[in-house]
Nanobody, 127 residues
């Protein structure tokens, strides 16, 4: 089993920045990749970003590309999401997720390919 705990959410004005962190514990060696998803009120959960275990490959949703950066520190078992130039439409609960599947490099947008989930951290961007 793997446990994921997110932190770093909060309230920020449009144009501001936040950094989310996800700490992984347990059988972290079983993880192939990590990702961030978000869910806004009344909307479905959507993919934000993903990174492979080596950190060599990163993937982003079109809506956040150029503004968000995902990174992984394998020594500390953490994954971070640096969010810059935030917009009100970025308001959501952000979830960290871990996947055991090497197929993640193809299916990184598919939430069903992730095996472990954190409890979520809320991000609110005011206009």
């Amino acid at each position: 089993q793997v446990q994921l705990v997110e932190s770093g959410g909060g309230l920020v004005q449009a144009g501001g920045s936040l950094r989310l962190s996800c700490a992984a514990s347990g059988r972290t060696f079983s993880l192939y990749g990590m990702g961030w998803f978000r869910q806004a009120p009344g909307k479905e959960r959507e993919f934000v970003a993903a990174v492979t275990s080596s950190g060599a490959n990163t993937y982003y949703a079109t809506s956040v590309k150029g503004r968000f950066t995902i990174s992984r520190d394998s020594a500390k078992n953490t994954v971070s999401l640096q969010m810059n130039s935030l917009k009100p439409e970025d308001t959501a609960v952000y979830y960290c997720a871990g996947s055991k599947s090497a197929g993640l490099i193809v299916y990184y947008r598919d939430s069903s390919k992730y095996d472990y989930w954190g409890q979520g951290t809320k991000v609110t961007v005011s206009s």
